[in-house]
């Protein structure tokens, strides 16, 4: 159980830290989006031009999802909850790794692959246990049924909540994210004035924004490394030998 008197970690994660379990990152040579041109999947007018495509691209990133299990970065985040630290999880990724790796307090800012919602209203939302969503499946209103992802051009329902969260960090943790999509990156501005922030990510040192310190490893080792220190001495802080 989280303990309110203890200091507070925000965890801002992208697809960085899947990228061990199997799920491929989006801005990569050899990533998602070179793969799948944005326009043609992952916006409304790609939806109204041609659902079926959107789809099957969605169904497809489900079942690599469904295949997929936590990594020793995932763990290390819920074993830190688990041990009492308080641990709040944003993240911008549509798997569930986190919620799987035991992780109780995570905010999906853009939408969670293994649920539907309706077309019509986005609070109507099932959740897909199995199988993919195809044209005909319908909402309980009638209407198209649809990834509860967000697209480009669409708002971020979450976002004012993930800054509230940001805003009473003690200490910010980033996992692998290119901190390319706004308004996302734009949380490290929410940060208290005396709450360090620490990037963990292979290409940390070109990505990170000033004052942001470094850590540049993969998730599967740079995050289980800096939980241990924290779970060794009971506090945050940031190990300058992990720096770089
Ligand atoms: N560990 C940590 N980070 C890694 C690893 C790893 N093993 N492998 C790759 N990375 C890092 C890359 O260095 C890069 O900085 O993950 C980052 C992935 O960046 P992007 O592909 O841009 O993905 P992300 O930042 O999650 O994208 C944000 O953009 O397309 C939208 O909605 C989508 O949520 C996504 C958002």
């Not at 303990?3 to 830290?17: A, E, K």
């Not at 989006?33 to 409304?44: D, F, G, Y």
């Not at 990510?201 to 540049?216: K, N, T, W």
């Not at 289980?224 to 030998?241: D, Y």
Request: charged letters at 25%; a negative charge.
């Amino acid at each position: 159980m989280s303990d309110p008197r203890q200091p507070h970690l925000v965890v801002f994660t992208g697809s960085g830290i899947s990228a061990e379990s199997g799920i491929q990152t989006f801005r990569a040579g050899d990533g998602l989006w070179a793969e799948h041109p944005i326009e043609e999947v992952a916006t409304p007018q790609a939806w109204r031009r041609d659902p079926a495509r959107v789809l099957n691209f969605y169904n497809l990133r489900r079942e690599q999802v469904r295949r997929a299990r936590p990594n020793a970065a995932h763990k290390a985040l819920a074993d830190l909850e688990r041990q009492g630290f308080r641990v709040s999880i944003i993240t911008q990724n549509i798997d569930d790794l986190h919620e799987r790796a035991g992780s109780r307090n995570v905010l999906h800012l853009h939408g969670e692959i293994l649920k539907a919602r309706s077309t019509v209203d986005a609070r109507m939302q099932y959740p897909l246990p199995r199988g993919g969503i195809e044209l005909g499946d319908i909402c309980d209103k009638g209407s198209q049924l649809r990834p509860d992802v967000v697209w480009f051009g669409e708002s971020v329902p979450h976002f004012g909540e993930a800054c509230e969260i940001v805003a009473e960090a003690d200490m910010l943790l980033v996992v692998g994210t290119s901190l390319a999509v706004m308004p996302a990156a734009s949380l490290l501005e929410h940060t208290p004035l005396d709450a360090p922030s620490v990037l963990v990510d292979p290409e940390a040192a070109a990505l990170a924004p000033p004052g942001v310190f470094r850590i540049s490893q993969p998730a599967g080792k740079g995050v289980p490394e800096l939980v241990r220190h924290w779970r060794r001495e009971g506090r945050l802080w940031v190990p300058e030998t992990l720096l770089g």
